[in-house]
């Protein structure tokens, strides 16, 4: 018995109070550990996230046109990025420019047509055009401009079609999937990432009423066609 009390006292007066006391500094230690590592943690969330958000900036005017047109509605670049055809509904004929300056070097099937409202070309240099007013596509095979000034150009033929059909969704994707959009009710063309995210818009206070855009790589083209102009454009990063 005597034993027993002894060490009780001893296990009351140096091993639990040291008990306690190892107890109090794990838990110390932990909170420590805790407040010192949970900063990092919602750090590092924030890094990765803004690792994975772009930046995206406004795009940056390039060339305006001559206003030598007349309600352009659609366009195109042909496959080798030679030229850029342009549907000039208003003049009733298919214009031919120059990518990177926007000057005009021809224009062919005038009197042809009458107010062509869409323009597709395919690798082949065959263009098929919505001649709108006269109910039917004509198709043309184009081989460029001459020296003369001339285009290089043939009719294929023509089949009748109704007056609303419109062969071009008034968008375009470039080799990144972005999707460039031309909304004529807002006046702007509106940029699209892959996920279908809107990342960009032009043209809110300077377009009226854009009906077609076409992309080649970073750079894109409007049909500004209120203002009867075309627009070079560079797109956003």
């Known amino acids: 018995c005597l034993l027993s009390r002894g060490l009780g006292d001893v296990y009351k007066r140096q091993v639990r109070p040291k008990m306690k006391q190892d107890s109090y500094q794990r838990f110390y230690l932990i909170s420590a550990c805790v407040a ?7 750090n590092a969330g924030t890094s990765v996230q803004a690792q994975n958000t772009v930046e995206y900036s406004a795009p940056q005017l390039l060339k305006v046109s001559m206003r030598a047109f007349a309600r352009p509605e659609d366009l195109v670049v042909t496959s080798d990025g030679g030229y850029l055809l342009v549907a000039d509904t208003g003049n009733n004929e298919i214009k031919i420019l120059q990518p990177g300056t926007l000057k005009i070097l021809s224009q062919f099937a005038t009197g042809d ?3 062509p409202n869409s323009i597709e070309i395919d690798k082949s240099g065959t ?5 709108n007013a006269n109910k039917r596509f004509t198709s043309y ?4 401009v001459f020296r003369d000034g001339s285009a290089n150009v043939k009719k294929v033929g023509s089949r009748s079609i109704s ?11 470039n080799q990144t999937g972005q999707r460039y959009v031309a909304n004529s009710r807002k006046n702007q063309v509106e ?3 892959k996920s279908g995210t809107q990342i960009s818009t032009y043209g809110t206070n300077s377009l009226k009423t854009p009906m077609a ?6 750079y894109f ?4 066609t209120g203002n009867n102009r075309i627009l070079l454009l560079k797109a956003p990063i």
């Open 191 to 193: 940029i699209f990432d």
């Open 141 to 144: 095979k184009f081989k460029g």
């Open 113 to 115: 047509l009458k107010a």
């Open 36 to 42: 010192f590592l949970f900063p990092l943690f919602l």
């Open 127 to 131: 263009v098929l055009v919505v001649d």
């Open 221 to 224: 083209w409007i049909a500004d």
């Open 213 to 218: 855009v076409e992309t080649v790589g970073r």
């Open 163 to 173: 007056a609303e059909k419109n062969v071009k969704s008034k968008f375009s994707v």
